[in-house]
C-alpha cells in the first residue's frame, strides 16, 4: 500500500497524509472566495489557481522526466530494471498528454513552471549513478530508490490534484489525473517488486570498494 494516497474524495475530506493538506487549502480557498473573490486568475478562487499553478509544475516534471527516463534505462543494470524504466517511459509520455487535454478542460494554455524539488530529484539520480559501478546490482538498487522517489512525489502530487479537481467540480479532468495516479503507484510497487525479487540480495553481496571511506 502505498504511503501517500488520495483514492478517497475530497469530499470526504477524512483522509491521510496529503489529503490532509489538500483539505486545508480547500477551506481556506472556500473562505476567502466566498469573502471577496479575490484570486488573481480571473476572479476564479485561490484554489483554481493553486490548481493550476500545480498543473504546470508537475508538468515540467513530467517532461523532464521524458528526458531523465531513458538515460537512467543505458546505466541500469538489468534488463528487468531496464524494460521497467522503459514501459514507465511510455506512461510518462502519456502522462504528459493527460496534462495537456487537463490543461485544455480547464481553458488554460499547457504551461510548464520549473519544479524545483524534481528538479532535485533527477539531480539525486543522477548522483546515484556516478556513485555506483557500472554493471552493479548496486547501480539497480540504487536507481530504483531514486525512482521510487520519483515516484511518489508524483503520486502526492497527482492525489492532491485529483481531490483539488474533484473540489472545483472538475470531473473529467479528476478522472484523467486519477488514470495517471494509478499509474504512477503500479509503477512505485514494480520497482518495490523488482528490488526484492533479486537485486537487493545480489547487492549485498558485492564488495565495498578499497578506496571508500
Ligand atoms: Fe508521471
Ligand atoms: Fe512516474
Known sequence: M????TRSSARTRRTRSTNGSASVA???ATKKTSKTE???DHGHSQLEKLFTDSLKDIYWAEKQLTKALPK???KATTDELKSAIEEHLAQTEEHV???EQVFEICGKKAQAKKCDA???LIEEGNSVVEETEDGSMTRDAGIIMAAQ???HYEIATYGCLVTFAKTLGLDEAAGLLAQTLEEEKEADEKLT???EASINQSAEHEEEEESEK
Request: no cysteine; hydrophobic share 25%.
Open 72 to 74: 537512467m534505462q543505458k
Open 26 to 28: 480547500s477551506k481556506t
Open 118 to 120: 524534481m528538479e532535485g
Open 97 to 99: 498528454s493527460r496534462l
Open 38 to 40: 479575490n484570486g488573481s
Open 2 to 5: 502505498p504511503t501517500t494516497n
Open 149 to 151: 522517489k520519483v515516484e
Open 193 to 195: 517488486q523488482i528490488a
